[in-house]
């Protein structure tokens, strides 16, 4: 494991926030992971403790406050957003601008960092897009219009897009929210069959879940953020920080929370 | 060729802004040219005289449209560099429109009815009576707008994922958008320039092709917004010559005839404007 080069994407004492003229707000610091390839990540912390700003910042759309981001041994600075596209691909909460293209067109623009200036498809192209629909099952919709597809279906539509990307690298924001507890565990199920020779790391709130599925989590308390895998995570009693605990509390022997009453 | 680069100038629009409703005159490009006019025609009145009326050659009316919508395209050009933000830009498109408009207006209250008049005459639009010199500046600035239109297929797809999608394609933003942005204003600048502001082609065109063909990627949508584009202005063309007789309608007038029922047609139809 003291091997750096089973490491896919490391943080080293990251703080994140956003740079002010008047003094810089932190919004989370002395950030220390690494996830290893072929892990299913969860990142899960309160609304607002800053999982999208982590994700951003890792993505390098926002700059990190201090600390550095290492991507395949390569620190964020060193990639430009070419060779990144090749790298990491991301599945965001924002839906795309335009509806009104078919699944097909959609996942084949994950193949624009491969494609030439024209964006034409070569065999391989193809190849890689049929793949990606196949893994999400997504093949029988290929034709179908973006409007016409429900939100877990959509949401199964960017994953393929991003798998057509190719990334050894896939970063999701809240891929579960508005889904149903069938449809969140048939995504879930998604992301870990896919992480069998990638890394993935997601954010949700869908805690329990996460806790039965994933590698290695990521939690976000507002004191502290700890990672490790799920099981020590529980014994170490970093959930119970999670929220308030006069509302919320955290039970250790079903891994779920609880209302206080 | 007027229809063909207006057409897709709108299409450019719609796929950059996201806003199904965008057109080469949110930009204010179309409303730049006004404004060179206007203070042509009626500033001319104020220079006087035999001057005046050798100002007035159709020659630099062109030039006038011409440098008008290359001031507001450069002013817009120069806002994208500060401004991250696309719609504030279409924002600042459309209070540029409302600054010319205003312009024109208080021209329009001190100029003579003759000179008010020739404007106008311009703001009606014409695709005849261009000279041939005219036109091979207008293919220049049409086949160059052509090219840059041609060579932003693979970002205009991009972006029909929205601004973050693109950007995580290894897209660089900044460029495409500024390439998007020249290649409209020399396709709706040069037109306005020559023809008039026309309306409704460049926005309505895009949707009436999309009805055809049922794809979003630019690489089918461009040549077939340009066939589209270059039809129906013909066929207003033909309807404002008004067939066997000597009258010749203003164009402006028949586009905004043919175009409003056509958008208002599909927006019953389908509820809703897709882009």
Not at chain 1, 4 to 29: C, M
Not at chain 1, 130 to 153: H, N, V, W
Not at chain 1, 192 to 217: P, R, V, Y
Not at chain 2, 233 to 247: E, G, H, K, N, R
Request: overall charge neutral.
């Amino acid at each position: 494991m003291s091997n750096p080069e089973n490491y896919t994407l490391q943080t080293q004492d990251l703080s994140i926030g956003y740079f002010h003229k008047t003094g810089n707000h932190v919004v989370a610091k002395d950030l220390n992971f690494s996830l290893s390839k072929g892990a299913l990540v969860g990142l899960v912390g309160s609304n607002g403790i800053g999982k999208s700003t982590l994700l951003r910042t890792l993505c390098k759309v926002q700059d990190p406050l201090s600390g550095k981001v290492i991507i395949n041994g390569n620190t964020l600075d060193s990639y430009s957003f070419e060779s990144l596209a090749e790298t990491l691909s991301v599945v965001l909460t924002e839906i795309p601008a335009s509806k009104n293209m078919t699944v097909g067109e959609l996942v084949a623009l994950g193949r624009q960092p491969y494609t030439n200036w024209l964006g034409t498809l070569t065999e391989s192209d193809k190849t890689h897009i049929i793949q990606a629909l196949e893994a999400t099952e997504m093949l029988p919709f290929k034709d179908r219009k973006c409007y016409e597809l429900s939100d877990g279906q959509l949401q199964r539509a960017l994953i393929a897009r991003a798998l057509a990307q190719d990334t050894p690298i896939i970063i999701l924001d809240e891929p579960t929210t508005h889904l149903d507890i069938y449809h969140r565990a048939s995504i879930l199920k998604l992301l870990k069959t896919l992480s069998k020779n990638k890394t993935i790391l997601f954010s949700t709130h869908e805690i329990d879940l996460a806790i039965q599925l994933c590698d290695q989590m990521i939690v976000m308390t507002p004191e502290k953020t700890f990672f490790g895998d799920p099981c020590e995570l529980i014994d170490e009693g970093c959930f119970s920080g999670l929220f308030p605990k006069n509302l919320i509390d955290f039970d250790g022997e079903t891994g779920s929370f609880r209302i206080v009453k | 060729m007027v229809g063909a680069g207006l057409s897709i100038s709108g299409l450019l629009m719609q796929t950059l802004f996201r806003n199904p409703l965008a057109g080469p005159f949110v930009l204010g490009v179309s409303s730049g040219a006004s404004l060179g006019v206007a203070l042509l025609i009626m500033g001319a009145s104020g220079i006087g005289g035999a001057f005046g009326l050798l100002l007035l050659s159709k020659w630099s009316l062109v030039i006038a449209a011409g440098l008008g919508s290359l001031l507001v395209m450069l002013a817009v050009l120069a806002v994208t560099v500060r401004v991250k933000d696309t719609m504030a830009i279409l924002i600042i498109g459309l209070m540029f429109g409302s600054v010319t408009a205003a312009v024109v207006g208080v021209l329009a209250y001190f100029s003579p009815a003759e000179q008010l008049q020739q404007y106008i005459f311009w703001s009606f639009g014409s695709l005849g009576n261009n000279s041939w010199e005219g036109m091979v500046v207008l293919a220049v600035c049409f086949f160059l707008g052509l090219l840059l239109s041609i060579v932003t297929i693979k970002p205009l797809n991009a972006l029909l994922l929205g601004e973050n999608y693109a950007k995580s394609q290894g897209l660089n933003i900044g460029k495409s958008r500024l390439f998007i942005l020249i290649a409209t204003c020399i396709l709706a600048g040069a037109i306005t320039a020559f023809a008039g502001p026309i309306a409704f082609i460049g926005l309505a065109v895009p949707h009436i092709t999309r009805q055809f063909f049922t794809t979003a990627n630019h690489k089918i949508l461009i040549p077939a917004v340009l066939l589209c584009g270059a039809i129906l202005m013909l066929i207003c063309d033909s309807i404002a010559q008004v067939p066997f007789t000597d009258y010749t309608l203003p164009i402006n007038a028949i586009t905004s005839l043919v175009g409003a029922p056509v958008v208002i047609w599909l927006l019953v139809r389908k509820r809703k404007l897709l882009f």
